[in-house]
Antibody, heavy 122, light 111 residues
Framework: EVQLVESGGGLVQPGRSLRLSCAASGFTFGHFAMHWVRQVPGKGLEWVSGISWNGGEIEYADSVKGRLTISRDNAKNSLYLQMNSLRAEDTAFYYC???????????????WGQGTLVTVSS | QSVLTQPPSVSGAPGQRVTISCTGSSSNTGAGYDVHWYQQLPGAAPKLLIYDNYRRPSGVPDRFSGSESGTSASLAITGLQTEDEADYYCQSYDSSLRRWVFGGGTKLTVL
């Protein structure tokens, strides 16, 4: 069974940093693309960033480019999101989501973690 | 305002059929990018419901079906059950924005 477990969320002041982690199990993590998707409480879904199986392809939403960095460690079955220069508008639940084997723009997100809440406030 | 347009809410009685539309444009659904659908139960993470326009992941009942035509897609739910009450989101990719995009979500109420 595929399991994705996010951690690292919490309350942080504007301008500070936070690092989210996603621990994967139940599948060969190093063979699949991965993504981060966020959701402001009570609002809709927003794709944040995606990374191919080997990190060779990385993309970001314009709203986070230059501030958030996605990475992965296939040996540790883990996905990360380094969040710098945080803003109030970054407040959201952050979900890691599994993509397909091939990093593809036509792909869906076939498994999701339970999410971790990031609150940016002074 | 979302790139993909969904009705904010739909409702139906148990046993009835409802459809949820998802309207895009020539840079996303009209450009041939597949549409996928997610179900988000209250307090839970999204779950993939339909992928590649009409395919169902293992375990999803055949009461859920998807279709697409041109720049629009639809999710149909037949034999409505109370446990279908949830938010439903469509998703595709936009080549102009160069990012994956979601609809604003549709809240399904089973009366």
């Amino acid at each position: 069974e595929v399991q994705l477990v996010e951690s690292g969320g919490g309350l942080v002041q504007p301008g500070r940093s936070l690092r989210l982690s996603c621990a994967a199990s139940g599948f060969t993590f190093g063979h699949f693309a991965m993504h981060w998707v966020r959701q402001v409480p009570g609002k809709g879904l927003e794709w944040v960033s995606g990374i191919s199986w080997n990190g060779g392809e990385i993309e970001y939403a314009d709203s986070v480019k230059g501030r958030l960095t996605i990475s992965r460690d296939n040996a540790k079955n883990s996905l990360y999101l380094q969040m710098n220069s945080l803003r109030a508008e970054d407040t959201a639940f952050y979900y890691c989501a599994k993509g397909p084997r091939f990093y593809s723009h036509t792909s869906s997100f076939d498994n999701w973690g339970q999410g971790t809440l990031v609150t940016v406030s002074s | 305002q979302s790139v993909l347009t969904q009705p904010p809410s739909v409702s139906g009685a148990p046993g009835q059929r409802v459809t949820i539309s998802c309207t895009g444009s020539s840079s996303n659904t009209g450009a041939g990018y597949d549409v996928h659908w997610y179900q988000q139960l209250p307090g839970a993470a999204p779950k993939l419901l339909i992928y590649d326009n009409y395919r169902r992941p293992s375990g999803v009942p055949d009461r859920f079906s998807g279709s697409e035509s041109g720049t629009s897609a639809s999710l149909a739910i037949t034999g409505l059950q109370t446990e279908d009450e949830a938010d439903y989101y469509c998703q595709s990719y936009d080549s102009s924005l160069r990012r994956w995009v979601f609809g604003g979500g549709t809240k399904l109420t089973v009366l």
